[in-house]
């Protein structure tokens, strides 16, 4: 019947909100997430290098990831605006990941976010739930200069909405 579908679909969707609420992580190896921050850290500084060594070719030849003076294999385009927002992306990065900058979170005042190199470096249990809704992330809370989302809004514009591809193709 249905009245019977439309219950199938609520038990669907209670048992997501279930599988998404018992999201608990507990902190065995506080170590660990120390070598994941600096790990990522490390990610950035090696996508520096990449660019330097991409932008230092003067050769068109078969190119992967092709500076913008080069043709890709690929047949999509790399110009100088998408650099230098990716290079953007990258500072923007490093910057809320060593506690420079805090993130936004949608119940902190416009002056408070989180400090996330404190989440990685001073871990807590995780409940997504709990994150999402804030109580778990006010211990990371602090009032400083917030990472902004212009930087993310100028990724959007220069790669034309396909942020994410080019995130896959470069990394």
């Known amino acids: 019947s249905e ?78 605006a998408m650099i230098e927002a990716w290079s953007g992306v990258l500072d923007e990065t490093e910057a809320v990941l060593e506690g420079r900058l805090l993130a936004p979170h949608w119940r902190l005042p416009a002056d408070r976010g989180i400090n996330v190199r404190r989440a990685f470096l001073e871990p807590r249990r995780f409940d997504l739930i709990m994150w999402i809704h804030g109580r778990d992330a006010l211990p990371y809370s602090e009032e400083g200069k917030i990472s902004s989302s212009d930087t993310w809004r100028q990724l959007t514009r220069v790669y034309n909405g396909d942020f994410l591809t080019y995130a896959f193709w470069f990394n």
């Open 3 to 80: 009245e019977g579908g439309d219950m199938d679909e609520m038990d669907e969707i209670a048992d997501l909100i279930a599988a998404v609420h018992l999201i608990h992580w507990e902190p065995k190896d506080a170590e660990r997430l120390k070598s994941a921050h600096a790990r990522l850290l490390t990610v950035i500084a090696q996508g520096r290098l990449t660019w330097e060594a991409i932008n230092a070719e003067m050769d068109d030849d078969h190119e992967w990831i092709p500076s913008a003076r080069q043709t890709s294999v690929t047949g999509a385009p790399v110009s100088p």
